[in-house]
């Protein structure tokens, strides 16, 4: 399949990626089927891509006239055969269940065309073992989204055993034609690239905080204003090449053996989810919030977060995403 023959794609699930996934090819352009069991989940998807758009719109990204053009091209579904067949890509965002997504790609395979892409947004699972009962693997690969994924602009493109080169080469495209900057993983791993990453990080930062070196605030704060404020405009490689690669040899020596390296998981998370707490929606986690705190509230708490990444992604991506 190339990229230029994709006219329609069909969403799998249409939960908190789902829809936001879908967002993004409607406003690329591209016809979507959004597919769910459940009607409810289905109108609230499109109640939230309707919410989004309009913020979009409020931020400068998209013009009021595009929103309903973009809301236009997105078709809900309850019928898995209707979603299908005629797609040229299809992408499930189904639960992290291997048994059922082995189930939904076999039957997927029967309705649409052999030259269909079938893309997972897994975040764990293998396309080796959720493709066991695909007959035709060549056209799998994996598209990771981050978390909103209607904002987010990174997307990991995954290659597995048996993906070919041109659905590899053609799905990479197709996610730079809807203003999206995937890149490339030329290898299955778990984790894949971004939360192998982050997690190496956050079980330091989860150390330091069980070990009392900073709170919760502080811990925060400074990464946002030092890492976080660098890594927004420069990776991690450009920032050692930057700063004189004996120097980051010496702070590797140096540091490396005092680092956490353990395997298991960190205290400090452990005993707070051993307490019952969930962080904002229980009303307590690294931070404490009040108890009562309602769905409207964090709608609020969500949109405030939004409206700062979508700044972010206008600064820095949006406007150049086109000179890629």
Not at 110 to 132: F, H, P, Q, R, V
Request: with cysteine.
């Amino acid at each position: 399949m190339k990229v230029e023959e994709i006219r329609r794609v069909a969403v799998l699930g249409a939960g908190i990626m789902g829809h936001g996934i879908a967002q993004c090819f409607a406003m690329g352009g591209y016809g979507v089927s959004l597919y769910d069991i459940g009607l409810d989940v289905l109108d609230n998807a499109m109640a939230h891509i309707r919410e989004n758009l309009n913020l979009f719109a409020q931020e400068g990204l998209i013009r009021e006239d595009e929103i309903e053009r973009a809301q236009s091209r997105i078709h809900p579904t309850l019928q898995l055969k209707k979603a299908t067949q005629g797609a040229q890509f299809i992408v499930e965002a189904s639960p992290e269940d291997l048994s059922l997504k082995q189930v939904l790609f076999e039957e997927v395979e029967s309705y649409c065309s052999s030259e269909t892409i079938l893309a997972s947004n897994t975040s764990s699972l293998t396309l080796g073992d959720m493709g066991k009962r695909v007959k035709k693997r060549d056209r799998m690969v994996i598209t990771h989204w981050f978390n909103p994924p209607h904002i987010v602009p990174t997307v990991e493109v995954v290659k597995g055993l048996h993906t070919s080169e041109q659905t590899f080469d053609t799905t990479f495209e197709l996610h730079r034609r809807i203003r999206k900057r995937p890149v490339r993983l030329l290898k299955e791993l778990p984790g894949f690239l971004v939360n192998r990453i982050q997690v190496a990080m956050v079980r330091e930062v989860f150390d330091l905080y069980e070990k009392g070196i900073a709170s919760a605030q502080d811990i925060d704060d400074a990464i946002r204003g030092s890492i976080g404020f660098r890594l927004a405009s420069i990776g991690p490689l450009l920032t050692a090449d930057l700063g004189g690669l004996q120097l980051w040899l010496r702070v590797c020596e140096n540091l490396l053996p005092q680092i956490n390296n353990s395997i298991e998981p960190p205290r400090a998370l452990k005993r707070l989810v051993d307490a019952g707490h969930d962080g904002i929606k229980s009303g307590k986690g690294f931070y404490d919030y009040q108890v009562d705190f309602s769905k409207e509230q964090l709608d609020e708490v969500i949109q405030r977060r939004d409206r700062e990444f979508i700044r972010r992604l206008k600064k820095l991506y949006w406007n150049s995403s086109q000179e890629q």
